[in-house]
């Protein structure tokens, strides 16, 4: 089975740009989370989706973060308009109900902006 | 708010040596996941403790749960070069569906 999915892996993009990160979770998997990992400040949960549903945002930085999950199989993380802070590696991730609390992750979309 | 503390941040040891990495909270969790990370991938589950008190062995490691389910422990007996990575608790505080993680161990085992 294909795990979860993020593309792209790598981005480097100009300060001011609009950066789209892609997430396909596990087909079944009812949840999804969003995270950002950075050496200062650890794996950071960013927002999280039930049922393609936004349960808890409280976790995303700031106005310049939106995220969506318009259906079950597709999410998308945006940044917009991208700074230098906010260069770090973003996971998603998902599970689902009646697994426990296994979470599986992608690979990861290593972000930098310059 | 940091929910989940986990030390010591950063643990250099010689092969063979053991080690102990804590993980504590002041909110009671329904079950805690420790996880390994390797550069350039994401976290890989290693356990899940759910009762308190409880103790899992994995090979060289051994997780165990506080008794009030607000700590948990792992312990690695000879470590060995493959043991390095960042070791990462997580877990659901009691009444929520947020999951989170600790401050995580970097770990570095040398040869």
């Known amino acids: 089975d294909a795990g979860v999915i993020q593309s792209p892996r790598h981005e480097v993009t100009e300060m001011g740009q609009e950066v789209t990160l892609r997430c396909k979770p596990i087909s079944g998997h009812d949840y999804l989370f969003w995270y950002r990992q950075t050496m200062m400040r650890g794996l950071e949960l960013l927002i999280y989706f039930n049922n393609n549903v936004p349960i808890d945002d409280s976790g995303m930085p700031e106005d310049r973060f939106s995220a969506k999950m318009p259906n079950a199989s597709f999410s998308t993380l945006k940044i917009q308009p991208s700074e230098p802070r906010d260069s770090a590696v973003y996971f998603c991730?998902?599970?689902?109900?009646?697994?426990?609390?296994?979470?599986?992750f992608g690979e990861g979309s290593w972000l930098t902006v310059v | 708010t940091q929910l989940l503390e986990q030390s010591p941040q950063f643990l250099s040891i010689q092969e063979g040596e053991n080690l102990t990495v804590y993980c504590n909270s002041s909110s009671v969790f329904s079950s805690l996941q420790w996880y390994r990370q390797e550069p350039g991938e994401g976290p890989v589950l290693l356990v899940t403790?759910?009762?308190?008190?409880e103790v899992k062995k994995l090979k060289r490691l051994t997780f165990q749960f506080g008794d009030a389910r607000k700590d948990s422990s792992l312990h690695i007996t000879a470590a060995q070069p493959g043991d390095t990575g960042l070791y990462l608790c997580?877990?659901?505080?009691?009444?929520?569906?947020?999951?989170?993680f600790g401050t995580g161990t970097r770990l570095k085992v040398l040869a």
């Open positions: 991730a998902s599970r689902r109900t009646g697994s426990g609390n296994t979470i599986y």
């Open positions: 403790v759910v009762t308190g008190g």
């Open positions: 997580a877990g659901y505080p009691s009444g929520t569906y947020k999951y989170i």
